[in-house]
């Protein structure tokens, strides 16, 4: 998929929440002064244990049966 046209990106910042579009404003305001800040990465290291608690309740063996069933058809 190609670059977002400006009226693609118009109509997406409308159904932003109003503090969600001066964020916006103010991102695209930085940016353009050269004075927006760069953008953090990250290592894989930083996401351990991310989501851990929506597999709790989760039997890994047979999610991961389910999983291969559903690939075989």
Same mark, same amino acid.
């Given at each position: 998929?190609?670059?977002?046209t ?8 409308l159904?932003?929440? $109003? ?17 927006? $800040?760069e ?35």
């Amino acid at each position: 998929m190609g670059s977002a046209t400006y009226e693609e990106v118009r109509v997406k910042a409308l159904e932003l929440t $109003p503090e969600e579009q001066l964020r916006l404003i103010q991102d695209v305001l930085a940016q353009l002064r050269g004075d927006a $800040p760069e953008p953090k990465t990250h290592t894989i290291q930083e996401f351990r244990g991310v989501g851990k608690e929506l597999w709790r309740s989760i039997d890994v063996d047979e999610y991961v049966r389910k999983e291969r069933e559903a690939w075989n058809g």
